[in-house]
């Protein structure tokens, strides 16, 4: 038997008990005759007291750091008790030890603050997971896939496994694909989702599935990407979006409350995607702070339902904003002290190319009613102030303007509002607002192709309202510089997405289950029939056998156990992740193949020189 | 809202409630003017009834086999109860109904003694998995995996993904690859397993790690083998076999209650690998039923601590005997009145090529105290007696003798055993017997390269007390035909195997976790410096830096699911399956992939004539 107890085990009420421990040998001081060691384990720290009699032991045996030690002592009160560790009452007087593994230097110090870079860190994964910090990450994760287990279990789901070697189905991202070795020429791929199969469970009558799954996709890696990354996948039978809504809210509070003990009671908030973009210029808006955007100016066909207050700065003769398709305000409440500096600065915090504005235009609502603004000489107090009042601005407020093309300048606005949001301090890591972003559009423009791509995915329904849309038009965009005016721009879509402080945490929809509106769905993605065949057959002949009614939803876990722990980073959170080239670093990975391996799959390199 | 209840749910207590279901037609009966429609879903079967007020909506909308049907009615009490469902005391008024989408006949029933085979279901598998008989199944698979992973958590077990995107370093059985689009010319594999990855998480000090997690072999498929297969994966630091044990008989015990309720309270049998040799001729007996092997003569090298009675059938003119490396007997109780027939079509069976025998003796056992043989020539019947007594039989029985090369003559021994336990009907289906089998050989010889390979895997510890003759012997064999005598045929592993009922459902080992052991064992594998620091090094890297004792197990999730379904097919178990060539028929992958695909991994096709 290696240990009797773990190393965070002990405490004052097991003092004269003898014990064994084994673990990590954490730190190593030296006061007189005695040696004072730190052994660490997953589960803590326990100090050992090595006295005078050991000495010649230790001599032949001496200790370093991270070194795999085994003692045998006796539990005894400690003198100068430690209060930042629950072990911190006693101690071990050691009677004798076994230095079960040696260790090497470590490149870094296994500590929360450790002195190793990204990189150092990524190739020594193993010696990083020993660090509280990441391990605690670990843990949070596993506490999430519980939590969310156990909800789903009682609610009725089953995990239900879907399998890892597919087909080839491009149409968004990339697929990661596998060479047969027993279909020589053919290849299966990696499932970028279990969307599929997930809904033939539904067909099969399994009404209620989850399952915490790995999905692939072979992308460019952006920083906050990786190519396998982790889902809690679900799909329900037999339900319209508020089943769906309701039943995955309570999921997310269930993970609240057990994960972090917080009581999410309130209502989570819902909005349109037409509201969000109108308001935070986002589909993914960050709620813990206001700051909400004011279209001063904007085109018609965009937002159809809103109400034009371009007379507002129309009149007088500002090119800027007479040339600008789109003009957007925002108030930064309690900055109309900003200095010159200080709006230059902004002026070129838009001006970069991330951002690509050409300007910005301030207002100062000055504490005693007056204004200052960048833009004086074309516009009145009285303009000044209907601009101010359209903006919600209060005196004591900076109003920013940012104007220029419809999705430049909206995209501009909702990152200015981000930015000065986390300035200000408005973004609090330990405050969570959870937000429910409904009726996307089911169709993006896809400008290199000039065609319809699916929003969500090709199996999103649309609002039974808009079905008809769909069906009467033809898809084909004939003025590819107006295709926001083309019918399918506004069909909506039964879908949506779960946002938590800004990030999107999980995304669903009501799924298509009718096979005709599937075939119109791939045709309006430039799908022939032979493709839809070739790719999709198998689903659109499960639809011809009495396909239920169903939707889902699924969760990027990854992202939401980062969130929860208080980092933007996935990559935290994840035991063994890559690097932005794919890479393993630890296990040098990708890497060459034998000959052998090529000559059974019967391919070949045809590197680009 | 598509149903207020479920069709499982309804009881006489219901009566008079009004309810909607929504489900899939099972049958339609008409009886005069009324229509009597059997409702199904996940949870059971619900009776419908269509009065004769319906008839004109039912006329204009007819109802089929799985087409998807809402109703809406009141719950009444059935004139003639179903005794065999929950549901069979009530059944449904329907007040008004809607098909909410309809089906073409399926190409087979969805009934447990359905009228499809084998191909036709695999490629309709969304319409077979609505069987009864598959959803239970499926069930069970996730009661099983429910079960698990409650146990191992009250135990502290930590479930940690692992990366799906590793490294080939094939050894044993062949990888699936995938190439790197972002590292041209680089591949990526599929995890053979996690266990690597689990024994750098004991490095990191996560003593407690597992995971329920797909894995794959790129082999050719026999009868009951998936390309993709799922592992209840597990690992432990600080602990010696025992630990192990331990730990695990209590999980299979655990999933027996909570799965099936069976208490299997007694202690789980034990023994060697050698002893199951010895008196089972197989690694994975099945103990369900006595019948074993007697040793009558046998190669002094293979079992050196057994007494050789050899002259128990020497000393007589019996060529096929005197000729033999090992003859096995074995005594089928109750059987001495075996015909001519019989006895003929056992010798046929044992002369099949699987089998390979040249022939069989028997020696009938008589009820009287005479015996009667095929060899009675050449042995009296005290010499018969005594061969009868070292067979353990008993009078009534009847004895199979086996002649020829050492491993051939076993496994027919072994092959022979189970066959008559079979046709006896000695291997119940709702009987479990669960075994331990212990201190494996480290390695097997491979004939094909004259070396020897890891019998588990190049990652398991010797015992510790064979460690010297590893250490002090060198691996190269010189006299191929007597691999046998070589010491390190001898080696000892701390490695073990759970069988029930015959079938090896679990197999692990207490790892090497010093770095030069480690390198021992590779380089008695054949792996030079360079090809172990290619495939291993970072593991070797690892072990430099404090590993821990430490060692696990994996389950095969499927064939344990199938075994407690009373089933020997694993892909009854599994929701999407692959066929023996590999092949998922339903989505037809794999399959052949874009121009742009290849052009973008930078390979192509290179296919043999």
């Known amino acids: 038997m290696f240990r009797t107890h773990t190393c965070g085990e002990l405490r004052l009420s097991d003092v004269n008990k003898t014990t064994t421990l084994s673990g990590w040998v954490q730190t190593i001081r030296k006061f007189g005759s005695m040696t004072f060691v730190d052994l660490r384990d997953r589960y803590g720290i326990t100090q050992l007291i090595f006295s005078e009699s050991l000495n010649d032991k230790l001599e032949a045996n001496p200790l370093g750091r991270e070194f795999v030690l085994q003692v045998k002592g006796s539990v005894n009160e400690r003198s100068n008790k430690n209060n930042n560790i629950p072990t911190g009452d006693i101690e071990i007087t050691v009677t004798d030890f076994i230095i079960l593994n040696k260790s090497l230097t470590p490149p870094f110090t296994i ?10 860190r990524m190739k020594y994964r193993f010696l990083d997971l020993r660090r509280q910090a990441v391990k605690k990450n670990l843990e949070l994760r596993y506490a999430v896939s519980r939590s969310s287990r156990n909800y789903l279990h009682e609610q009725n789901f089953m995990d239900i496994e879907t399998p890892f070697l597919i087909k080839s189905t491009p149409e968004g991202a990339r697929d990661f694909v596998v060479p047969s070795r027993m279909n020589p020429g053919q290849f299966y791929a990696l499932p970028q989702s279990p969307q599929t199969f997930k809904q033939l469970l539904m067909v099969s009558g399994y009404d209620r599935y989850y399952q915490i799954v790995k999905c692939f996709r072979d992308e460019d890696l952006r920083a906050d990407r990786q190519p396998e990354f982790t889902q809690i996948d679900c799909e329900m039978a037999f ?7 309701q039943m995955f809210e309570n999921l997310i509070k269930r993970i609240f409350k057990d994960v972090k003990n917080i009581d999410y009671t309130h209502q989570i908030e819902r909005m349109t995607w037409e509201h969000a973009m ?10 813990r702070f206001g700051m909400q955007l004011c279209n001063l100016k904007f085109p018609a066909h965009t937002f159809p339902s809103q109400k034009d207050i371009s007379s507002l700065i129309s009149g007088v003769d500002f090119k800027v904003f007479e040339e600008a398709e789109t003009v957007i305000s925002i108030a930064i409440p309690g900055c109309c002290e900003y200095t010159r500096k200080q709006t230059d600065e902004l002026t070129e915090w838009v001006k970069r190319p991330q951002i690509g504005m050409k300007g910005l235009v301030y207002i100062k609502c000055n504490t005693d009613g007056t204004f200052k603004s960048s833009v004086d000489k074309f516009y009145t107090e009285d303009k000044l102030k209907a601009i101010a009042d359209a903006t919600n601005a209060r005196a004591g407020d900076i109003i920013l303007v940012l104007a220029g093309a419809e999705e430049k300048t909206r995209k501009a606005g909702s990152e200015l509002r981000l930015y000065l949001g986390q300035q200000l301090g408005l973004r609090k890591v330990d405050e969570f607002k959870l937000l429910w972003v409904l009726d996307f559009p089911l169709f993006e423009y896809a400008e290199e192709d000039n065609r319809w791509v699916a929003r969500h995915h090709p199996f999103t329904s649309p609002k039974p309202s808009d079905i008809e849309i769909m069906i009467n038009n033809n898809p084909v965009i004939d003025n590819p510089s107006e295709y926001l005016k083309h019918p399918y721009a506004n069909i909506k879509a039964n879908a949506y997405d779960m ?19 599937q075939q119109k769905m791939f045709a309006a993605l430039g799908m022939d029939d032979q493709e839809q065949k070739h790719k999709f057959g198998f689903l659109l002949g499960a639809f011809e056998y009495g396909a239920p009614p169903h939707g889902g939803i699924a969760f990027g876990f990854d992202r939401l156990c980062a969130i929860l722990g208080g980092s933007e980073s996935i990559r935290d959170f994840i035991a063994f992740p890559k690097n932005n080239s794919g890479r393993d670093v630890m296990i040098d990975s990708p890497s060459s193949i034998d000959d052998k391996q090529f000559d059974e799959l019967q391919i070949k390199l045809d590197l680009k020189a």
Do not use: A, C, H, M
């Not at 109108?278 to 709620?287: A, E």
């Open 111 to 120: 500590q929360d603050d450790t002195d190793g870079g990204d990189d150092i």
């Open 239 to 245: 339900v319209e979006q508020e089943d769906i809504l």
């Open 278 to 287: 109108w308001v935070y210029g986002n589909d993914k808006p960050d709620i």
């Open 499 to 517: 946002v938590l402080n800004g990030n999107e945490i999980g995304g669903g929809s009501i799924r298509i289950f009718q096979k005709e509106l």
